[in-house]
């Protein structure tokens, strides 16, 4: 089964790869997309599936909200200018690289190491996190306990990917109500039927934060479920009532807070003092990363359509 | 040469994107495969220790021979995370680019930001 | 405990966003800066007789992330503090945003990072992280050649994080931890031949982050790329490189049994001969340092590898120096662009004259750029070559001649009078005291060379004076053989013009990587 | 109960194979909205009603149960909005060119 899935994955990288229109390209590579989470799943984590999947979401809305304003998306639109496009049909030019990454890909297979995997630190952490960190599902207490140093960097990867797109991207005034609204705007079924998943969509994020600590799902997962119910308010709506400064403000003081509550728990090791339960801290934590990517994806999100909106 | 078959789909697929990455004139393509090269690396993480019949990590006390790796999986929540950020970085890059010099593609956007 | 190194500074940097730059604001930054410093001081002494050991959490045996501070490490703290006070008093009365003084604050805490991390995954982020902050620093200005240069850097990186990345899965999978110490210990016991392709992968990645041969075409991008502000390029040249070489150190530690020193050692060789090549065709003020940082590079790395004492200290202290230096002359190119706003240096004539005390330091740094008796370049350069045999020396001293070559020609624009006329606006007093300081420093650390790495890296190292006089002389010898090289072919040559124009293309990188990547596979096979 | 889950599950699959096999017979842009819009909707939700009915009154079932309404109320909407967008950028059902996508459905 998992190798049917895996071909499947090939498959459609191979099809990504050799497509030059720009449209098809991000259809692939939302299926592509799909296909992963579900290997990822039937890898037995469903953490990383559910993250993949929700990424994906927005991946494939960052392409098509970022080309559709800016390349255009008829159908015909290709990925390079016109006068480099002409000589694709020449097969020649194909056979070097192809040659070459099969080289390499042979060399590679040659190397493998032969040695099982070595399973140490899979053992450690199965029989120590619930006595250590607490909750019960091990990948939150190794990404929220023992590695949380990691966890503050990757927060502070998104902060910077939000200040960089924010530096970038032009214009700093957003919250203008301005703009054509969009043709689903006028598409009754449609806006009736989002407004009626949207509450869905909200309480399926909420549930996976407050329970990430027990169940699959986190605070970034259940970030991204909510961000993407703004994504939705958007496609029916087409407002830009959402004050991006603010918002920016608020994520900065949320990375502090993090970075504090993660030094004065695990680095300080407060929880060993007080006499709250560790579920606390986890769950402190996960809403905290909450809201954190939140902000961030819903800031990345209207800079990209709202760029160069005056 | 004894190695596990699973291990193969990831190299497999990080070739392929080193291929698109060799061969693609545009930049987009360039991003894509990027993305893809980061899916190829996660998919090995996770593949670390398979066995058939795999179950989540997740449980008090898990038996330890047929549940999943926990920390490749945890590992790979940050990875995407960065992958994200770097694909969204990048896409405004690439607009940013594609408005002050109207390119789409690596030669192109050589030439223009020479001038 | 030593996660605050890096907590601080990243503290310090959302705080001075959230409150948008005043001169409070900066004067608190520089304030901590000086702080910082004098920790790192603190750190040193304390590593200069055992090892700082802190594992965040307190979980026990390589649960959770290491951190450790040893002698080597500290003494890049020590370098990457003072540095980054230095520019940030360079930048002090600079327009920039709250963002640039965010971007270069986390920058610092994450290089900080870089030198303390022990754990294979947490070097990951953090690399990543650096790349995206240094690619929106190089494009800061938001021009279309920065863009570009910028989105090649970002993505290059990205491409070659992949690879370590790669690498890392590797060699979770076959020791089980994630620890460099605890990997060391199992990966010791395993086979050779298992120990290859994690190896290659790895060394892949941080080949190009040295900016090695093959790999080496974004780094002028990155760091000579006239839109970036030269507080950027500074740090940049002088410190970033230095972390992708500290990793060097680190995994050809972890991987000994494995690595050819050999192959290194000409790669190291050729990367030297090709920067300066590259930097002596080159017209623009940004780029000819950014290729003698190539140059200099490859000098480093060949004093690694080379299995001798003598070379292994001077390359640190090289490293050192070239930080001082480096800096030094790009923080006062950027003085001398805002002042005859070009940076083309047929048309920059007069500095000495317009402004001397920039033309002095200049003239200090070079001076010990290119190795001469009594300034810090001579006593890591001496170091270098002295450990070396003969063939290896030869090309160290023709290193060391193409450097030569390559500042006489970036000296003449101290000399003659100005072409274009220069702005008359003042130049700042916070510029020239960094700068100056760096350039005394270049001083010092010549005169005080010896006493300087005993105490930096422990190593009891005594000069004679016949050696004194045979460095000297070959000094003085490739001085004099390199001016007349310059006066003779390199002056008015036609070639100058087609190699500055030799270039590689994204492709063309990802093509030289994989192709790197091969090559290291089959060496290490046939060789180790 | 076992029985008849997997007589549910074939049925699914049965109304399946008759949308693909329509797929390719019809060439027509909205044809074939039409057969991809039974392939998702009925055919998926088939399979997940005989997966539920296989498992019996458990608290799995109830969560397939939900999965199935959430599928039913979305996929039609994926459908509908595919083909409102191609009518509206102009694309006509007699014309045998590929029609344009300017939406990404579903988001």
């Given amino acids: ?310 | ?115 | ?528 | 109960m076992q029985i008849a889950g997997n007589i549910i599950i074939i049925i699914g699959i049965i109304f399946m194979f008759f949308g693909v096999i329509g797929i390719y017979k019809f060439k027509n842009f909205y044809s074939r909205i039409l057969i991809s819009g039974q392939i998702d909707t009925v055919g998926a939700l088939t399979v997940i009603i005989g997966i539920a009915v296989k498992h019996g009154i458990s608290f799995f079932s109830l969560k397939l149960l939900l999965l199935a309404g959430i599928i039913l109320l979305l996929n039609p909407l994926a459908t509908h909005i595919t083909a409102r967008s191609a009518r509206l950028s102009g694309y006509l059902a007699q014309e045998q060119e590929p029609p344009p996508h300017d939406k990404k459905d579903g988001v």
């Avoid at chain 1, 200040?163 to 005034?173: I, N, P």
């Fill in chain 2, 1 to 115: 040469m004894v190695f596990d078959i699973i291990e193969i789909f990831s190299v497999l697929m990080f070739f392929i994107s080193f291929y698109g990455l060799i061969t693609s004139k545009s930049i987009i393509k360039s991003v894509v495969s990027i993305l893809l090269m980061e899916s190829a690396v996660i998919m090995f993480f996770l593949s670390i220790g398979y066995t058939s019949g795999i179950m989540p990590p997740i449980g008090q006390n898990p038996e330890t021979e047929t549940v999943a790796d926990p920390l490749p999986q945890a590992l790979m929540i940050t990875a995407i995370i960065i992958g994200v950020a770097v694909v969204a970085v990048n896409l405004i890059m690439l607009i940013s680019l594609y408005r002050q010099c109207k390119a789409k593609d690596w030669d192109a956007a050589k030439k223009k930001s020479m001038e």
């Fill in chain 1, 1 to 310: 089964m998992i190798y049917a899935f895996l071909t499947l994955w090939i498959v459609g990288a191979l099809l990504i790869i050799r497509e030059s229109k720009i449209i098809r390209m991000i259809i692939y590579l939302g299926i592509f997309s799909l296909i992963s989470s579900v290997c990822f799943y039937m890898f037995g984590a469903p953490d990383v599936a559910i993250a993949e999947a929700a990424i994906s979401v927005f991946s494939t809305v960052f392409f098509i909200v970022c080309f559709e304003k800016h390349f255009g998306l008829a159908v015909g639109v290709s990925d390079v200018t016109p006068e480099s496009a002409e000589n694709r049909t020449n097969l020649k030019k194909y056979i070097p690289p192809v040659v070459f990454t099969i080289f390499l890909f042979v060399l590679f297979i040659f190397f493998i190491p032969e040695n099982p995997a070595n399973s140490y630190l899979k053992d450690q952490y199965l029989s120590l996190f619930s006595r250590d960190v607490g909750g019960e599902n091990s990948v939150t207490s190794i990404y929220l306990g023992y590695r949380v140093y990691d966890t503050l960097f990757e927060a502070l990867m998104l902060l910077v990917g939000i200040v960089s797109v924010t530096h970038l991207s032009r214009y700093c005034e957003t919250s203008v109500k301005e703009g054509k609204p969009s043709d689903i705007n006028r598409a009754d079924i449609a806006v009736f039927t989002i407004r009626v998943i949207c509450p869905v969509m909200l309480l399926f994020g909420i549930y996976l934060i407050l329970n990430g600590h027990i169940s699959p799902g986190g605070g970034f997962q259940g970030g991204a479920a909510i961000a993407s119910f703004f994504v939705c308010r958007y496609m029916i709506y087409d407002i830009y009532d959402i004050p991006i400064e603010r918002i920016i403000m608020v994520e900065k003081i949320i990375y502090v807070v993090v970075v504090l509550l993660a030094v004065l728990f695990i680095f300080i090791g407060l929880h060993s003092f007080l006499p709250l339960p560790q579920s606390v801290y986890l769950i402190t934590m996960n809403l905290l990363i909450g809201a954190k990517v939140t902000c961030g994806l819903i800031i990345i999100f209207y800079r990209f359509i709202a760029f160069e909106r005056r």
């Fill in chain 3, 1 to 528: 405990m030593l996660a605050y190194f890096v907590i601080i500074p990243i503290l310090i940097a959302v705080f001075l966003y959230v409150f948008p730059s005043s001169k409070a604001g900066r004067l608190i930054a520089v304030i901590t800066q000086t702080a910082l410093v004098g920790l790192a001081f603190y750190l040193f002494f304390i590593c200069k007789s055992r090892d700082v050991v802190s594992n965040i959490g307190n979980y026990e045996s390589f649960l959770g992330i290491t951190l450790r501070a040893d002698a080597l490490s500290s003494v890049f703290i020590i370098l990457t503090s003072f540095i980054f006070l230095i520019v940030a008093v360079y930048t002090f009365n600079e327009k920039y945003n709250g963002l640039f003084w965010f971007l270069l604050f986390i920058w610092e805490g994450l290089l900080i990072g870089i030198f303390l991390s022990r754990d294979l995954f947490n070097i990951f982020v953090l690399v990543e992280v650096t790349t995206v902050a240094v690619a929106v620093l190089i494009m800061f200005n938001r021009d279309n050649r920065s863009m570009y240069d910028g989105m090649v850097y970002l993505m290059i990186n990205t491409v070659a994080v992949q690879f370590y990345l790669f690498g890392t899965g590797y060699v979770y999978k076959l020791t089980g931890v994630l620890d460099i110490d605890a990997a060391a210990k199992v990966l010791e016991e395993l086979d050779k031949s298992s120990l290859i392709l994690p190896y290659a992968l790895i060394i892949t990645a941080i080949s190009l982050k040295c900016a090695l041969v093959p790999l080496f075409s974004w780094l002028p991008k990155a760091h000579g790329t006239p839109g970036a502000p030269s507080a950027v390029s500074a740090i940049l040249s002088g410190l970033h490189i230095k972390g992708a070489v500290y990793l060097f150190i680190q995994f050809n530690d972890l991987f000994k049994e494995v690595v050819v020193s050999e192959f290194f050692l000409i790669i190291g060789i050729i990367t030297g001969i090709v920067g300066f090549i590259f930097a002596m065709s080159q017209k623009d003020i940004k780029l000819i340092l950014a290729y003698s940082t190539i140059s200099q590079i490859g000098m480093i790395i060949t004093g690694l590898n080379n299995d001798d004492i003598y070379s292994y200290t001077g390359s640190l202290y090289h490293i050192f120096n070239h930080a001082l230096f480096k800096s030094a002359l790009f923080l006062s190119a950027g003085i001398i662009i805002k002042i005859y706003n070009t940076r083309d240096i047929y048309k920059i004539r007069g500095v000495l004259k317009r402004s001397p005390l920039i033309g002095a330091v200049i003239i200090m740094a070079i001076l010990g750029i290119i190795g001469t008796p009594f300034f810090n370049g001579s006593v890591s350069k001496y170091f270098i070559f002295s450990g070396t045999s003969l063939p290896v020396g030869g090309a160290i001293l023709l290193i060391n001649l193409g450097t030569i070559i390559t500042f006489i020609r970036f000296s003449s624009i101290l000399f003659g009078k100005p072409q274009t006329e220069p702005d008359p606006a003042k130049t700042d007093k916070c510029k020239q005291a960094a700068v100056l300081v760096l350039g005394t420093l270049c001083l010092v650390g010549g005169i005080l060379g010896e006493q300087l790495i005993e105490f930096l890296f422990n190593v009891k190292v005594s000069v004679d004076t016949a050696g004194y006089l045979q460095k000297s002389a070959l000094f003085t010898a490739s001085a004099v053989g390199g001016y007349l090289i310059y006066k003779l072919y390199i002056k008015n040559s036609p070639r100058l013009k087609q190699v500055r124009e030799i270039e590689l293309s994204f492709r063309g990188m990802c093509v030289s990587v994989g192709a790197f990547f091969a090559v290291v596979l089959v060496v290490t096979k046939l060789f180790a």
